[in-house]
Nanobody, 116 residues
Framework: QVQLVESGGGLVQPGGSLRLSCAAS????????MSWYRQAPGKERELVAV????????NYGDSVKGRFTISRDNAKNTVYLQMNSLKPEDTAVYYC?????????WGQGTQVTVSS
């Protein structure tokens, strides 16, 4: 049973930083494209960042470019999202996704709240 478990969410003040982690089990992690998505109340889920197998190719949503960094440690089956210069509009539930060919798996999500 494939499992993706996110952690690291919480409450942070504007301008602060958080690091999210997503630990994967029961899959050949290095062969999967890993992504972070987020969904704010009343809004559609949106892509935040994506990283490909070796970890050298990444893409970001326009709203987070220059502030967020996605990385992966294939030895630990973990993908990270370093979030800096956080803004109130970054408040959302953040989800981890693993994809390879027609197989897609989602984590349960972790809440990030940016507020003073």
């Amino acid at each position: 049973q494939v499992q993706l478990v996110e952690s690291g969410g919480g409450l942070v003040q504007p301008g602060g930083s958080l690091r999210l982690s997503c630990a994967a089990s029961e899959l050949t992690f290095s062969t999967y494209v890993m992504s972070w998505y987020r969904q704010a109340p009343g809004k559609e889920r949106e892509l935040v960042a994506v990283i490909f197998g070796p970890g050298t190719n990444t893409n970001y949503g326009d709203s987070v470019k220059g502030r967020f960094t996605i990385s992966r440690d294939n030895a630990k089956n973990t993908v990270y999202l370093q979030m800096n210069s956080l803004k109130p509009e970054d408040t959302a539930v953040y989800y981890c996704k693993a994809r390879k060919y027609s197989s897609t798996y989602w984590g349960q999500g972790t809440q990030v709240t940016v507020s003073s």
